[in-house]
């Protein structure tokens, strides 16, 4: 280190004294020995303690909020999750506007404008947005076409040439874990339709109760006569709400799902379809 270096730190720690004196009396209050070095650290830790103490008590304390520009975390959000469900809620609404101007238009007899602005990627073209078209919208409007146009239910099944003739409700909306298959070792004659506990069962076409009764192997079981020798069978129920010679409509609910009978693993329904004493698949018909 130079001379003139040193001799610059040196004078940096020579020794001061600080003496506070009475006015009147010059009696000596207090006497303080400092130094330059001394009295620099000194302030420049109490400039350190000052800014990170206003620091804490801005961050943790709610006086933040006070800081113009600075918002609430729990406000700003709040505000983001009602932007993505208003955002969501119009593209559901737009959706539900769509589906109802498309069935209006089924129902009319008048074609399908596809060139109206819609969520459907742009991308596709127009054979492939027209295969979207589902199979029930078709026999929809088949049946439109050539029946009564406002009772659907009743036009459709009156006098019936074919199974085909028939509008079927959904007995269950739901999972499909089990399908109809007569190639099976054990013949499974039906459909099995998992859904939520307690949901209700409804019948799939209008007819009337010819069983409804406890078995060892089908716990509670309901079967419904439809007309032109359709019967609809429902199996596994938890509770039955008709009796033998009740007449029901199509939808009427008849039973609540459940997981009895010996042949039951869990919470289902499994549905049968007979037409003329064949077993039918019911998934050719209904969708659940």
């Given at each position: ?16 004294r ?79 506007q ?76 739901g ?22 506990k ?44 008709k ?7 199509a ?12 042949f ?25």
């Open positions: 280190m130079s001379r003139p270096k040193k001799k610059k730190f040196q004078k940096l720690k020579h020794k001061y600080l003496v506070i004196l009475n006015d009147d009396t010059f009696e000596e209050k207090v006497s303080l020995r400092l130094s330059r070095l001394n009295v620099f650290s000194i302030v420049g830790v109490s400039i350190i303690f000052l800014i990170t103490a206003v620091t804490l008590l801005i961050a943790f304390t709610p006086l933040r909020e006070f800081i113009p520009g600075y918002a609430n975390v729990n406000v700003r959000k709040t505000g983001l999750q009602n932007a993505l469900k208003v955002d969501s809620m119009e593209v559901v609404l737009a959706e539900k769509l589906y109802i101007d498309n069935i209006k238009n089924i129902i009319q007899g008048n074609p399908i404008d596809f060139n109206q602005e819609t969520h459907i990627d742009s991308s596709l073209d127009y054979k492939s947005i027209t295969n979207l078209r589902s199979q029930e919208d078709s026999i929809l409007r088949t049946m439109v076409e050539t029946e009564e146009k406002y009772n659907l239910f009743a036009s459709a099944n009156k006098n019936p040439s074919t199974i085909s003739s028939f509008i079927f409700y959904s007995p269950l909306k999972t499909i874990t089990n399908s109809f298959n007569m190639k099976s070792a054990n013949k499974h004659l039906g459909t099995d339709i998992v859904a939520p307690n949901e209700p069962i409804k019948a799939t076409l209008e007819g009337t109760v010819i069983f409804a009764e406890w078995t060892n192997e089908s716990g509670y079981v309901i079967q419904l006569q439809h007309e032109n020798n359709l019967i609809s069978v429902y199996k596994h129920n938890s509770i039955l709400h009796k033998v010679g009740d007449r029901v409509s939808g009427e609910i008849i039973a609540i799902i459940g997981n009895t009978g010996e039951s693993s869990g919470p289902h329904l499994h549905f049968e379809l007979w037409y003329n004493g064949i077993p039918l698949n019911p998934e050719e018909y209904i969708s659940f």
